[in-house]
């Protein structure tokens, strides 16, 4: 089993259907675009309280997961 299971949810409903983490309407790419930007985890989690180290280590892990099945398709 992945390590985001717990942590991310679809709903097409919400957000366009983004990968978001549960109970909130904060996507992994949220969380990617913080830390791109050059924001901390500690910054990140006193911004968003309603965020834990798990839930962005789980948005990081669901990124990564998606990265890897994405494929290229040559022009």
């Known amino acids: 089993m992945n390590t ?3 942590y991310i949810s679809l ?7 983004k990968p978001r983490i549960k109970g ?3 996507t992994g790419q949220d969380i990617l675009n913080w830390l791109a930007s050059g924001m ?3 910054e990140i989690l006193e911004d968003f309280p309603e ?5 962005i280590r789980a ?5 990564a997961d998606s990265e ?3 494929r ?3 022009a």
């Open 4 to 6: 985001y299971s717990n």
């Open 11 to 17: 709903n097409p409903a919400i957000r366009f259907g």
């Open 24 to 26: 909130t309407r904060i």
């Open 40 to 42: 901390t985890n500690e």
């Open 51 to 55: 965020l834990t180290l798990e839930h």
């Open 59 to 63: 948005g990081l892990a669901f990124a």
């Open 68 to 70: 890897r099945r994405t």
């Open 72 to 74: 290229l398709i040559a």
